[in-house]
């Protein structure tokens, strides 16, 4: 299997632009989880699915954000409009259900100018 | 919200020497789990231990957990330069399925 698979790696973006982060989740995982990462608040939830079904966002910051996942391989986070303060290392992550481990993607570093 | 809570911020040592690392949690937990984070890269996995357990052992590494004290750690013993990464232990919440990370403890291993 080729892990959890983000695109794009690295975005560079001005302030007021849509930003659309994308990742596809190891097979026969039921639940995607969206992560960002700041040295300043460290590792953060922000949205997590179940079989496609969102069932936590209350880690979504604003209404700026919004996540979906219109199938079991596919989820979309966009930031729209984008501002400077949302430059962080965005990670998701897959696994089969609660006392699982939780593997990881390789991240998107998003720069917002 | 952040729950886990490494100790020590960051920590360096020689090649051959032992890591510790620890970690507290404010509330219940089903599991604490322990990931690695090279620079510039995604975590990965280390171990799991549940709340019914005690001890736990991969390879080079020992994960205690204390239930009563709210609290883990995390052994690395004869450390090497590849293990240089940051340590993070995640709680789940009471669901779990959601997991909390904390801010990480920064490892350095010199030759």
């Known amino acids: 299997d080729a892990g959890v698979i983000q695109s794009p790696r690295h975005e560079v973006t001005e302030m007021g632009q849509e930003v659309t982060l994308r990742c596809k989740p190891i097979?026969?995982?039921?639940?995607l989880f969206w992560y960002r990462q700041t040295m300043m608040r460290g590792l953060e939830l922000l949205i997590y699915f179940n079989n496609n079904v969102p069932i936590d966002d209350s880690g979504m910051p604003e209404d700026r954000f919004s996540a979906k996942m219109p199938n079991a391989s596919f989820s979309t986070l966009k930031i729209q409009p984008s501002e400077p303060r949302d430059s962080a290392v965005y990670f998701c992550?897959?696994?089969?259900?609660?006392?699982?481990?939780?593997?990881f993607g390789p991240g998107t570093r998003l720069t917002v100018t | 919200s952040q729950q886990g809570e490494e100790d020590p911020q960051a920590l360096s040592i020689q090649e051959g020497e032992n890591a510790t690392m620890n970690c507290s949690y404010k509330t219940s937990i089903n599991n604490l789990q322990w990931y690695r984070q090279n620079s510039g890269r995604g975590l990965v996995h280390l171990i799991l231990?549940?709340?019914?357990?005690r001890e736990k052992h991969s390879g080079r590494l020992r994960v205690t957990l204390d239930t009563s004290k709210k609290s883990s750690s995390l052994l690395i013993t004869a450390s090497r330069a590849a293990d240089t990464a940051s340590y993070f232990c995640?709680?789940?919440?009471?669901?779990?399925?959601?997991?909390?990370f904390g801010k990480g403890t920064s490892l350095l291993v010199t030759p």
């Open positions: 992550a897959s696994n089969r259900g609660g006392g699982h481990e939780q593997y």
């Open positions: 097979s026969g995982h039921d639940y």
């Open positions: 995640a709680t789940d919440e009471n669901s779990g399925y959601a997991l909390n």
């Open positions: 231990i549940r709340s019914n357990e």
